[in-house]
C-alpha cells in the first residue's frame, strides 16, 4: 500500500478512528418494496432489537456507536425517548439523527409542510417541532429533515407558493432548534413524488438551509441522484459553500435503490470521499460531516448488508486517504491530465484489506467484521428468538 508523501500508516489509522459510521435503526427492520414486504425472522420488530442489531455491528466493526432513529418508527405511544437513550448507552451506544415522520400518515397525502390545507402544514410543524424536544431528550444533535412532498401532475401545485410554505416553516424549525443542535435539510429527485418533488436537487435544499439559519445544513443521500449525476461534483462545491451537513451513504443503479455501499459503483465513492480528504488537508482540519447510512436491505440479511456496508465506507475512505494530493497538484500544474488523474486511480487501485484487518486487530476488533459476525451466530439467535414473536403478530408472516 504505497502512503502518500508525509502520510504514515498512523496517520491512517488516527483519521479512521475519528471516521465513524451511523446505522440507522430501520436499517434492521423488516421491510420491502412497493411491491411487497419479505420478512426475515432475524429482522429486529421492536427498538429494543434495533438497537442490540446496532449494536452487534458496532461490537465487530467499533466504529459505529449512533443510531439514527425515526421518530414514528422507534417511537411508540408511551416510549419513553431517555430510556431508550438509557437503553442504547449500556449497549455501548448513543442516539444519533432524529429523524421526523411527515410522510406516511394520511393526512399528508397532498403535503406537509407544503400542504394546501393550513391545518396539515400546522401539523406537520408541531411534529418536527416536538422531533426537536424528543431529540434533547435523547441527547442528540440532529435534526434530519427529509420530505416527500411534492406532486404528480403538472398544475396539481403551485411551485412557487410550496416553496414559500416550506422556506417559512424551516426557519420556524431551525428558530426552535435548542443550542448545539443542527438540522440537516436532505433532498431527492423523484419518489413517491412522481411529476415534481418539492426539495428535488441539492440547490435547492442548500436555498432551503441558506434562509433557514446558520445551524442547517444539506444532507446528500448518495441514491437520491438521477442516473449520470456527478455527485462528487455536488459534494466539493457544498464542502466549499460550507453547507454539507451529512450523507446518508447507499449505493443505487437506477434510482434510490438503498442498496449496500460500493454493490454497483465503488469508484464513486471513493471520489466522493477523496474530496472530503482533500479538503481536509487543505484545512488542516476534519470536517464536520454527519456520516449516516440509510439502507433498508430486503434481499441480504439485513444486519450483515450493514456491516458490508460498513466496511466498504471504510475501505473506500481509507482509499480516499492514499492519493497523493501532492502529486495531483504538480501534475496539474504542467497540464500532466494523466498523472493527475493517475494520482486518483492508484490509490483507488490499492488492496486496503490488508492494512484494515491490522487496523482493528491493534484495536481489539475482528480483522474480517462480517466473518466474525458469521461464525457468533447471532443471526441464527436472533431469529430463533424473534420468528415465533413475529409469526404472532404479523399476519402476512408466512
Ligand atoms: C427513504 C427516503 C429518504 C429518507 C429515508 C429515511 O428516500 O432517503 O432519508 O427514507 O426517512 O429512504
Ligand atoms: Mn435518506
Ligand atoms: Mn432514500
Redesign the pocket.
Known sequence: MKLPRGLSEQDLCRRLDRFELETPS?GYADTGTRFGKFFQDAAAATIEEKLADAAAVHGVTGCCPRVAL?VLWDFAAGTDPSAVAARAGALGLRIGSI?PNVFQDQCYKLGSLTNRDAAVRGRALDHIIESIGLAQRTGSDVLSL?FADGTNYPGQGHIRQRKRWLAEALARVHAALPPGMAMLV?Y?PF?PAFYHTDIADWGMAAAFARAAGPRARVLV?TG?HLPGCNIEHIVAFLIDEGMLGGF?LNDRKYA?D?LTVGAIDPYQFFRVFQEIVLAEREMGRDLPIAYMI?QSESIKPKTEAMLETVVAAQEQFTRAMLVDHAAAAEARARDDVVMAERALKDAFAADVRPFLADYRAARGLPRDPLDAFRQSGYLARAAADRAPRKRNTTASYA
Open positions: 430501520w425515526h429523524n427529509w436532505e431527492k419518489e443521500d437520491h446518508h434510490d438503498d440509510d
